[in-house]
């Protein structure tokens, strides 16, 4: 009979063609695992139950109960819920077509092997045509009759249906807790901390992490810096991967400096949202950056001539100390009066590279490792617990004055209300008093829970800064090194004697109690610690 111009060829195996198994041996057949994230979405602990290795021991017990050869195991760590996705699965599917000896598939519950149209339409096929004789599961055995394929088929959209339906609760549970908590429904960025039981999670902000984030922001803003250069300054000052240590990937810069939620706002579902957790960077802050990234603001050409421009000070009269080239090699600083006063700036030039070489080895002075840095980090904490005990003191007492305000004020109100005063005028000024009052304590307790902040923020980051700044400043660049000065040394005095560093306000500690450090000029020219 011929076929008819539009009619298609068949791929359809003929039965004669089915693959039939010699009496007495085993059926061969492949064991299917799978595991995904929706098998934890009803809440109950099925971490055992569906983990691989409690799936193989169920494949194998199947296996011998039915007298079958496993042939070979395939497994994916992907959902079922999207068709054509799963490697091994579509491997598996395509050893079946080629082994005509391998007929079956063996697998805990029938579900692993898709929980959508097109992965159990693939299984239903190659049942039809022959390909696949038998599936084994646990509570069910099935056959390639057309019942048997029949009720797979009602399977398989049962739990493509289930699927849907836990996605759709999940979103809007998710979305639920989003528009009422004022809670990004994704982990903590860099910066912040999960906080709070599961399912009720809010951000709070890392006091550690937070400062660098900010100084990213503050940094990437000036316009100074792309993203390359960007990576090496901050690992000059001390921001690297928490993972590994080393310098930040450009890409999770990229990605930090894109996340408007640091600003406290987020976005869902096309809106911005406002958060009810503290923001780490300002509005602005964050929109600057936007400008740079977006090249609406263009990376600006760094102009510093000098390192230490501006940051040595002339120990004889207090001006500031200016730099100049020798041989055009040689960089040396003097006091930019000494033309105007010769007599009193009788003093040897001051190198930069000597300079370097006394800065760079009282960094190393200060440099602490992982171990100190632990052992300070519980001191501080103490120290700003302390701190923070008696800032809360104080919104204990102002909290108390608002409670008394506002008692006052109830009762001024009943009080005019019976004498009819309250569209007097003594009546408006009275309450516009209260409001006043009310106005100014609450926002003398914001301004003392961002003092709270602030304080863990400074004290962390400059401990933190700590870890290895001997060897950051060793590698840095000029602009770098510049900024690593400004961070740790309040004062540079050169008097052409001996070079006086004054530590910051904190370093001193550390700079074991000493408030300044000292360098002498011998008659080579070099520079060294005083005794």
């Known amino acids: 009979m011929k076929r008819g111009r539009n009619s298609r060829k068949s791929t359809k195996k003929p039965s004669t063609d089915m693959y039939i198994r010699p009496e007495g041996t085993k059926e061969k057949v492949y064991a299917y695992l799978r595991k995904s994230t929706e098998d934890r979405k009803d809440g109950k602990s099925t971490k055992q139950v569906n983990s691989f290795a409690y799936q193989r021991k169920e494949v194998d017990r199947l296996a011998a109960k039915h007298n079958l050869e496993i042939v070979d195991y395939y497994q994916d760590d992907k959902t079922g819920m999207t068709a054509y996705v799963r490697e091994n699965f579509n491997k598996m599917l395509h050893d079946i077509e080629d082994k005509r000896e391998v007929t079956g598939i063996v697998t805990s519950e029938i579900s692993r092997l898709g929980r959508n149209f097109g992965d159990g339409g693939q299984i239903l096929w190659l049942m039809q045509s022959g390909s696949i004789q038998s599936i084994y599961t646990n509570d069910k055995y099935y056959s390639n009759m057309p019942t048997d394929q029949l009720m797979m088929a009602v399977i398989f959209a049962i739990a493509k249906y289930e699927s849907d339906e836990n996605s759709y609760r999940s979103k809007q549970a998710t979305r639920a807790k989003v528009m009422t908590e004022s809670i990004p429904s994704y982990a903590a960025p860099w910066g912040y901390k999960n906080t709070g039981m599961k399912g009720k999670k809010s951000w709070i902000v890392d006091h550690v992490e937070a400062p660098k984030v900010r100084r990213v922001f503050e940094l990437y803003a000036t316009g100074l810096y792309n993203l390359p250069k960007l990576r090496d300054a901050i690992f000059t000052e001390g921001i690297v991967s928490s993972k590994t240590g080393?310098?930040?990937?450009?890409?999770?810069?990229?990605?930090?400096?894109?996340?408007?939620?640091?600003?406290?706002?987020?976005?869902?579902?096309?809106?911005?949202?406002?958060?009810?957790?503290?923001?780490?960077?300002?509005?602005?802050?964050?929109?600057?950056?936007?400008?740079?990234?977006?090249?609406?603001?263009?990376?600006?050409?760094?102009?510093?001539?000098?390192?230490?421009?501006?940051?040595?000070?002339?120990?004889?009269?207090?001006?500031?100390?200016?730099?100049?080239?020798?041989?055009?090699?040689?960089?040396?600083?003097?006091?930019?009066?000494?033309?105007?006063?010769?007599?009193?700036?009788?003093?040897?030039?001051?190198?930069?590279?000597?300079?370097?070489?006394?800065?760079?080895?009282?960094?190393?002075?200060?440099?602490?490792?992982?171990?100190?840095?632990?052992?300070?980090?519980?001191?501080?904490?103490?120290?700003?617990?302390?701190?923070?005990?008696?800032?809360?003191?104080?919104?204990?007492?102002?909290?108390?004055?608002?409670?008394?305000?506002?008692?006052?004020?109830?009762?001024?109100?009943?009080?005019?209300?019976?004498?009819?005063?309250?569209?007097?005028?003594?009546?408006?000024?009275?309450?516009?008093?209260?409001?006043?009052?009310?106005?100014?304590?609450?926002?003398?307790?914001?301004?003392?829970?961002?003092?709270?902040?602030?304080?863990?923020?400074?004290?962390?980051?400059?401990?933190?800064?700590?870890?290895?700044?001997?060897?950051?400043?060793?590698?840095?660049?000029?602009?770098?090194?510049?900024?690593?000065?400004?961070?740790?040394?309040?004062?540079?005095?050169?008097?052409?004697?001996?070079?006086?560093?004054?530590?910051?306000?904190?370093?001193?500690?550390?700079?074991?109690?000493?408030?300044?450090?000292?360098?002498?000029?011998?008659?080579?020219?070099?520079?060294?610690?005083?005794?």
């Not at 802050?285 to 090249?295: D, H, K, R």
């Not at 080895?361 to 100190?372: A, P």
């Open 246 to 531: 080393t310098k930040l990937a450009v890409n999770t810069i990229l990605q930090t400096l894109k996340r408007v939620s640091y600003t406290g706002w987020f976005d869902y579902e096309g809106k911005r949202i406002e958060g009810k957790y503290e923001s780490i960077i300002s509005a602005s802050l964050f929109s600057n950056v936007q400008e740079v990234l977006t090249g609406k603001e263009h990376v600006k050409t760094k102009h510093m001539e000098h390192t230490y421009s501006g940051l040595v000070t002339c120990g004889i009269c207090g001006a500031t100390m200016t730099a100049t080239v020798a041989k055009k090699v040689i960089t040396y600083y003097r006091c930019s009066r000494h033309l105007s006063d010769p007599l009193a700036h009788k003093m040897p030039y001051l190198e930069e590279a000597l300079l370097n070489k006394c800065i760079g080895k009282l960094m190393c002075e200060l440099e602490i490792d992982k171990e100190l840095w632990e052992e300070l980090k519980a001191y501080i904490t103490l120290q700003v617990d302390q701190s923070v005990e008696e800032t809360n003191d104080a919104i204990t007492i102002i909290k108390r004055a608002l409670t008394q305000i506002n008692t006052e004020r109830d009762a001024y109100i009943i009080g005019s209300t019976k004498s009819s005063l309250l569209e007097s005028e003594s009546y408006k000024n009275k309450m516009h008093e209260y409001q006043e009052m009310l106005e100014k304590a609450n926002e003398r307790i914001k301004d003392l829970e961002k003092k709270k902040g602030a304080l863990m923020d400074t004290v962390y980051w400059k401990v933190t800064s700590l870890v290895d700044v001997g060897s950051r400043f060793r590698f840095a660049d000029e602009f770098a090194q510049r900024e690593l000065v400004k961070q740790f040394c309040a004062n540079l005095l050169y008097d052409g004697k001996k070079l006086t560093i004054f530590w910051g306000v904190g370093i001193k500690i550390l700079a074991n109690g000493r408030e300044k450090s000292q360098w002498l000029l011998d008659k080579d020219s070099n520079l060294g610690p005083s005794a």
